[in-house]
């Protein structure tokens, strides 16, 4: 039986970098993906990103420049980008690439589906997967390892099997159809640079639903946590009010995304998440792309810790440099998803606020910088007046 320090569960873009990352410390590493999985996503990325991770210009297939805010009403609050950009990738190759990088940097490849996490006699973890032959048949493999990280998703079933029980972080399920994108004299209502964001019951009735764009083709979706909800004709209602219901759809695509991390991210001895299965998506504006490889850097350097240490307390460090980072960003956008998307007489205002140039200038700096912004301390106080404003009721929405 193969034994590898490390076997990495899932190669999206948190366990594709956290398999990169511990591989080119010289650990062995199995990179476990199964075959044909595209993640549901917007596909967007802040240029943060693009410098942190060494990302090759020609996986960026399009910079948006400006974002464009559609209210219930069908009101429009245009968000110009000043001097910065958000790079929309392509998920099916975006992940691919990451992947690579990690074959690259010495990590195993395999696919495979995973199934179970035993412990043999002497304690150590067995991962078990089942892997599919070129004759149609499907076998089961089992490794061991010294330590295990999750990254499958926001089911996961290795924080099912291995973590300490808990809540469900609450879910929005997001679906999406990737479109060919219209060409410029097709389709008034599509600017290839702009990305559109509907805050409408019509479209979903506690999130939002989005157009971005990447290039060649297009993500149209939309997202909720209410269940008799229908996304699929969310979607196809969305298509046909922006002209775009007669486009080839490429491809569909669905999964339940968490809007809070989990409160424990490893099992004290040799288990632990990252990505979603971390629950680490930003609430409000449903981003993961940044937060899941960040959050696998971290939780690589944690177990690179114990496996240099041989103390498996290092684990729980990862979670907490990530929330000391990012929790009160995580924390503010909760609230700001639980009032403003409540129903559509607040989301009109909130459409109404996002008009403001202080609050364009502080939300872009945020999402670019994926920090919360400091420097300009009478921004933030006009904006408080503002919101305490629309919270009252004392301005029209």
Not at 24 to 52: F, H, M, N, T, W
Not at 113 to 121: G, H, P, S, V
Not at 261 to 287: F, K, M, Q, T, Y
Not at 301 to 308: I, M, N, R, S, Y
């Amino acid at each position: 039986m193969e034994t590898f320090d490390v076997v990495v569960v899932g190669g999206g873009p948190a366990g594709a970098t956290a398999a990169t990352d511990l591989a080119e410390q010289g650990y062995s590493v199995l990179l476990l993906d199964r075959a044909g999985r595209i993640k549901p996503c917007g596909g967007a990325i802040p240029p943060i990103l693009v410098k942190e991770f060494d990302i090759p210009d020609e996986l960026i297939v399009a910079r948006i420049r400006s974002a464009r805010i559609v209210s219930p009403k069908e009101r429009i609050a245009d968000m110009p980008i000043d001097g910065g950009f958000v790079g929309m990738v392509d998920r099916e190759h975006f992940d691919e690439w990451l992947r690579e990088r990690a074959a690259g940097a010495g990590a195993l490849r395999r696919t495979g589906a995973f199934e179970d996490l035993t412990r043999d006699a002497s304690g150590t973890a067995l991962v078990s997967f089942k892997k599919r032959l070129d004759d149609g048949f499907e076998t089961r493999e089992t490794v061991r390892a010294r330590f295990v990280i999750g990254a499958d998703g926001a089911s996961s079933g290795v924080a099912r099997q291995a973590l300490p029980k808990e809540e469900a972080p609450p879910f929005v399920f997001a679906y999406h159809e990737i479109v060919r994108s219209p060409k410029p004299a097709e389709g008034a209502a599509f600017e290839p640079r702009r990305c559109d964001v509907y805050y409408s019951g019509r479209y979903s009735p506690d999130f939002y639903a989005w157009v971005f764009p990447h290039g060649e083709t297009t993500s149209i979706g939309t997202g909720t946590a209410h269940k008799g909800f229908s996304l699929r004709g969310s979607v196809a209602d969305l298509r046909q009010s922006i002209g775009m219901a007669g486009h080839e759809t490429i491809r569909k695509e669905g999964a339940p995304i968490p809007l809070r991390p989990r409160r424990h991210w490893d099992n004290g001895r040799d288990v632990i998440v990252a990505g979603d299965a971390a629950g680490v998506v930003a609430p409000a504006s449903g981003e993961g792309i940044y937060y899941a490889m960040l959050c696998g850097r971290m939780v690589a350097d944690a177990v690179a810790e114990a496996l240099q240490t041989g103390d498996a307390r290092y684990l729980a460090s990862a979670r907490k440099r990530f929330m000391k980072a990012h929790g009160r960003v995580f924390w503010v956008l909760g609230i700001m998803q639980r009032f403003w998307y409540a129903n559509d007489a607040r989301r009109e205002r909130f459409v109404t606020m996002c008009k403001d140039p202080d609050v364009q200038s502080l939300t872009w700096q945020a999402y670019m910088h994926k920090k919360l912004v400091k420097a300009k301390p009478m921004a933030h106080m006009r904006i408080f007046v503002k919101d305490m404003a629309h919270l009252l009721g004392m301005v029209p929405p």
